[in-house]
C-alpha cells in the first residue's frame, strides 16, 4: 500500500487542517495591510481544498451506498454553512447601521443570496463584507456540483468533463481579460471565470482514485525537501510574472500546483519538516478557518481602532487575536450544535430519496 493510499483510506485526512490554518492567514495577513502577500492565493488554495473534499467526500459516499443523496448532501452543507453565516450577516447589517453605515438593499440583497460574487464583479470590492464573495463561489459550487458529477458519472465522462470544465474555463477567462478587456475584478469574483480552481481539487479526488496515479504518487513526496520547488513555482506563477498571466492562465496554474501540492503534503506530514501541519494549534486554527475568515475584517477593523496607530503590525497582532476569538465564539457558541446535527446525519447514511448510479469503475473515468 502507497502512502497516499494509506492516507486516503482514513476518515480524517492529515495536512489538510494546517493547509486552510495556512491559507486563512494568507487572507488576514493581505487584509490587514500588507499589500505584499497575496491575499488571493489563500482563497484558491480554499478552492482547491473544497473541490478536493466535497468530490473525495461523494465517491465515498457513492462507493458505501451506491447513491449519492441530494437530499442528505444539500442538508449536511447547509447545516454546516447557514448558521455561522447568516448569523454573521445579521450582526453585520446591525453593527455598520449603528455606527453610521447602513447597507443599501443591493447589498443586503447579494449577502442574504449568496451573490455578492457577482455584485464585486460588476462593481468592484465596494460596500459591506466584499470579502464574502468567496464564500458566494463556494455556495455557487456546492449548489452546481453534486448534480453535475452524477450526470458526468451517468456517461462515465467524470474525468474528461472535468478537463473539458478546467480547459473552458481557463479560455473564457482569458478571452474575457485580454480579448474583451474585462476589468480584472470580474474574472477575480465571478464563478464562471473561478469555477476551474474548484474543478482542479475535483479532478485531484478523482485521479487519486486510478491506481497508476496512486502508484506514481510517491515519486513527487519521495523526500521533504519536495514542496520546496512547488511551493517556488507557486510564487513565480502569482507574483512574479505580471497581471495579463494571472488573471488568464495564472489561476489554472496556480490551483494545478496547489493540487500537486496537497498530494505531497498529505504523503509528507508526518515528516519533520512538515509535521507542524498537523500540530495542535494548526489544526484548531484549521477547525475554525471558516468563521475566522468570516469574522476577520471586523477583528482587524476593531483592532485598528483600538491600537490607535498605523503601525501594521500591532494592528495585526492584536486583529488575530480578536478575529480568532470572535472566530472561537462562533465555532464553539454556535456552529458546534450543528455541526452535531450534521454528524448524526453522516451516520444515518444516505436518505431514501437518492439518484442512484453504476459504481465506479477504478481504471475508467470514475
Known amino acids: 500500500m502507497t502512502p497516499l493510499e494509506d492516507v486516503l483510506r482514513r476518515r480524517h485526512l492529515p495536512a489538510l487542517d494546517g493547509l486552510r490554518a495556512v491559507a486563512v492567514g494568507i487572507v488576514i495577513v493581505y487584509h490587514a495591510g500588507f499589500g505584499s502577500v497575496s491575499g488571493d492565493l489563500g482563497v484558491t488554495a480554499f478552492f482547491v481544498l473544497s473541490g478536493f473534499l466535497i468530490t473525495w467526500l461523494l465517491l465515498k459516499e457513492r462507493d458505501r451506498a451506491g447513491t449519492i443523496s441530494l437530499r442528505s448532501f444539500y442538508l449536511r452543507r447547509s447545516l454546516r454553512i447557514f448558521p455561522a453565516y447568516f448569523v454573521f450577516v445579521v450582526i453585520s447589517f446591525a453593527l455598520d447601521f449603528l455606527l453610521g453605515d447602513p447597507w443599501d438593499l443591493k447589498s443586503a440583497i447579494s449577502a442574504v443570496t449568496y451573490t455578492i460574487n457577482y455584485r464585486n464583479a460588476f462593481f468592484g470590492h465596494v460596500g459591506p463584507i466584499p470579502h464574502a464573495w468567496s464564500l458566494a463561489v463556494e455556495e455557487q459550487f456546492y449548489l452546481l456540483w453534486p448534480v453535475l458529477l452524477i450526470a ?215
Open 152 to 366: 458526468l458519472s451517468r456517461f462515465d465522462r467524470l474525468r474528461s468533463g472535468l478537463v473539458a470544465i478546467i480547459l473552458g474555463v481557463c479560455a473564457w477567462r482569458s478571452l474575457l481579460y485580454l480579448g474583451f478587456g474585462v476589468p480584472n475584478y470580474y474574472v477575480y469574483n465571478a464563478f464562471d471565470t473561478r469555477f476551474d480552481s474548484l474543478a482542479i481539487g475535483c479532478l485531484l479526488a478523482v485521479l487519486t482514485r486510478i491506481p497508476a496515479v496512486v502508484q506514481a504518487s510517491p515519486r513527487i513526496a519521495a523526500n521533504a525537501f519536495y514542496p520546496v520547488p512547488i511551493i517556488l513555482l507557486i510564487y513565480i506563477s502569482r507574483d512574479l510574472i505580471g497581471p495579463n498571466w494571472h488573471f488568464s492562465l495564472g489561476y489554472t496554474v496556480d490551483s494545478i500546483l496547489i493540487a500537486v501540492l496537497i498530494v505531497q503534503l498529505l504523503q509528507l506530514s508526518h515528516t519533520t519538516g512538515w509535521k507542524w501541519l498537523n500540530s495542535r494549534l494548526a489544526v484548531w486554527v484549521g477547525a475554525i478557518s471558516y468563521p475566522l475568515y468570516l469574522w476577520h475584517i471586523w477583528g482587524l477593523s476593531i483592532a485598528d481602532n483600538l491600537t490607535g496607530t498605523d503601525a501594521r503590525l500591532p494592528n495585526l497582532i492584536v486583529g488575530i487575536g480578536l478575529s480568532l476569538g470572535l472566530a472561537s465564539a462562533s465555532y464553539y457558541g454556535l456552529e458546534k450544535h450543528f455541526l452535531k446535527l450534521k454528524s448524526r446525519l453522516n451516520r444515518s447514511g444516505p436518505a431514501v430519496q437518492s439518484v442512484r448510479h453504476p459504481a465506479p469503475v477504478a481504471t475508467g473515468e470514475g
